[in-house]
Structure formats: C-alpha cells, structure tokens
C-alpha cells in the first residue's frame, strides 16, 4: 500500500505561484509512474501531468503546457507539481496519484493510489 498526501494548496491571485507537493509513506515512490489530476466543482476529474519512473520524461495537458511542471524526488520520496501564471479557470482540487503502468499514464483507470486532495482557488 501507498499513502499519499498533497500539501500546499491555497488561495492565490491570477498571474500567482502555488508549488504542490505530494508525500508518500507506506512504500517508496520510485516503481511508479506519478500523476496529478485535478476536478473543478461540477466538473470530472481530468488529467494535468505525469511523469515516468525516473522523472526523466513528462506529459503535461495542453490546458497547463508551459505554466504547470511536474517533477519528482525520489530520495524524498515525493513528488511536485509548481505552478505558475495561475488562471481562475485552474481553481480545482488537485489530487496526486501512482500508477503501475509502465507508460505514462493520462487515464484516471490507470491510477490505482490516491491522495485525498488539495485545493488550490486562483481569484481573478
């Protein structure tokens, strides 16, 4: 079992910074494959980045591409997702998951471990 919990959420303006961070106990991070995921009120939870084992590759939604970062330190075992320009529109809860796909995994089906949340609400 893999015991996942996001911190650093908050309140921030449009244009602001917010680094996520997502901590694991129970097992070390680094046979999986690592993902955020976000859902908006109303809305389904969808897919931001991921990144390989080793952290040496990275998808990123094209919603976030060049604003969001995904990154991972395995001796920590933790993984982050900074944050950058922030619009209204990324106001979401922002759950970090581990996947053991052996590719980068975009599907919410090819999570199996997730963290209970962080809210992140960017103000116009």
């Known amino acids: 079992q893999v015991q996942l919990v996001e911190s650093g959420g908050g309140l921030v303006q449009a244009g602001g910074s917010l680094r996520l961070s997502c901590a694991a106990s129970?097992?070390?991070?680094?046979?999986?494959?690592m993902g955020w995921f976000r859902q908006a009120p109303g809305k389904v939870r969808e897919f931001v980045a991921a990144?390989?084992?080793?952290?040496?590759?990275?998808y990123h939604a094209d919603s976030v591409k060049g604003r969001f970062t995904i990154s991972r330190d395995n001796a920590e075992n933790t993984v982050y997702l900074q944050m950058n320009s922030l619009k209204p529109e990324d106001t979401a809860v922002y759950y970090c998951?581990?996947?053991?796909?052996?590719?980068?995994?975009?599907?919410?089906?090819?999570?199996?471990?997730w963290g209970p949340g962080a809210q992140v609400t960017v103000s116009s």
């Open positions: 129970g097992r070390t991070l680094s046979p999986y494959v």
């Open positions: 998951a581990a996947s053991t796909s052996v590719y980068i995994a975009r599907s919410i089906l090819d999570y199996t471990y």
């Open positions: 990144l390989s084992r080793s952290g040496g590759t990275t």
